[in-house]
C-alpha cells in the first residue's frame, strides 16, 4: 500500500517547484477525481497556478456542474477553453455529428478540433503545464513520468500524481472531503465527452469505458500525442 502522507507531501514540493520556477503555468483540468485531488493541494496553497478545462460542448452535465463546485468551495473561477464554432459546423456538416464511431481516423478528427485546439490556446504563454495523468490509468500512460520535456509545446508538461494509485485518490478526496464529479458514483472511473465515455463493469480497466469501441493502444484523445502519433514525451530528471 503505497504511503499516502509521503505522496501528498513530494505532490505539494512538484506543485511548490512548478510555481517558483516555472512561472507562469497553468493546470488543464479534466474535472474528474484525479485533478480534484491536484485542485485542492493548488488553490489550498494559494499556489499561482491557473486552471483551466476544455469545455468540448459535449461534457455531461455532471462534470460541467464541477466548474460551480469549485467556485463554491475554494473561490476560484476556473477558466473555460471552447472549440472554435466554424471548425465544429464544417465536421459535423461534412461527417455527421457522431461521425467520431466511424473510424479511429474521424474520431481524432473531432478530440482535435474540441480538445487538441483549444488547448493549444490555453497553453499559449506558459511555460510549463499540469495534468492529472497516472501510470496506472491504461497501457498508453505506463511510462508515464513526473516532469517531461514537451518539445510539441515548446514547454515543460509535469505530471504530479503520476505514481499515484486510485486507492490514493481515492484516500486523499474523503480524507480531505473533497468535491468530485457524481459520476464517479455511478461506474464512471475515468471520464471525457458524453457520447464517448460509458460506466465500466466491475473488474473492468479503468479506461475500458473510454471510447469503449476502440483498441487500448489507440485510447488517446490527442492532448497528449505529437504528429497522430502516441509518443512518450522525454522524461526530465527533477532538480
Same mark, same amino acid.
Given at each position: ?5 509521503s505522496?501528498v507531501?513530494?505532490t505539494?514540493a ?6 517558483d ?6 493546470f488543464?483540468?479534466s474535472? $474528474? $477525481?484525479?485533478d480534484m485531488?491536484? $485542485? &485542492?493541494?493548488?488553490l ?7 486552471i483551466?478545462t476544455?469545455?468540448t460542448g459535449?461534457?455531461?452535465?455532471e462534470?460541467? $456542474?464541477?466548474? &460551480?463546485?469549485i !467556485?463554491?468551495?475554494?473561490g476560484?473561477?476556473v477558466?473555460l477553453?471552447?472549440?472554435e ?14 461521425a ?5 481516423d474521424?474520431r481524432?478528427?473531432?478530440?482535435r478540433? !474540441?480538445?487538441?485546439?483549444?488547448l493549444?490556446?490555453a ?22 513520468a513526473?516532469q517531461?520535456d &514537451?518539445?510539441?509545446h ?11 494509485s486510485?486507492? &490514493?485518490?481515492w ?11 457524481a459520476?464517479?458514483?455511478k461506474?464512471y472511473?475515468?471520464?471525457g465527452?458524453?457520447p464517448c465515455?460509458?460506466?465500466?463493469q466491475p473488474?473492468?480497466d479503468? !479506461?475500458a469505458?473510454?471510447w ?6 489507440s485510447k488517446?484523445?490527442g492532448?497528449?500525442?505529437?504528429d ?5 514525451i522525454?522524461?526530465v530528471a527533477?532538480?
Open positions: 500500500m503505497s504511503d499516502l502522507h505522496l507531501e513530494n505539494q512538484t506543485l511548490r517547484r512548478i510555481a520556477e516555472f512561472s507562469p503555468a497553468v488543464a483540468s474535472l $474528474a $477525481a484525479e485531488v491536484l $485542485a &485542492d493541494l493548488i489550498k496553497a494559494k499556489l499561482p497556478i491557473g483551466f476544455l469545455e459535449r461534457l455531461h452535465k462534470t460541467l $456542474a464541477m466548474v &460551480d463546485r !467556485r463554491e468551495t475554494y476560484h473561477e477558466k477553453y471552447k472549440p464554432p466554424a471548425a465544429i459546423d464544417a465536421y459535423v456538416r461534412q461527417n455527421g455529428l457522431n467520431f464511431y466511424d473510424s479511429v474521424m481524432k478528427e473531432c478530440c478540433i !474540441r480538445k487538441v485546439e483549444p493549444n490556446r497553453l499559449a504563454g506558459n511555460k510549463a503545464w499540469i495534468t492529472g495523468q497516472r501510470r496506472s490509468q491504461s497501457t498508453t500512460r505506463a511510462e508515464l513526473v517531461e &514537451d518539445a510539441a515548446g514547454m515543460t508538461k509535469f505530471n504530479p500524481l503520476a505514481d499515484w486510485e486507492e &490514493d485518490v484516500n486523499y478526496i474523503r480524507a480531505n472531503n473533497v468535491p468530485y464529479n459520476l464517479h458514483d461506474g472511473p475515468s471520464i465527452c458524453e465515455t460509458r460506466a465500466i473488474g473492468e479503468v !479506461r469505458g473510454r469503449w469501441w476502440e483498441n487500448p493502444e488517446e484523445c492532448l497528449h500525442v505529437v497522430g502519433k502516441l509518443v512518450r522525454k522524461a527533477a532538480t
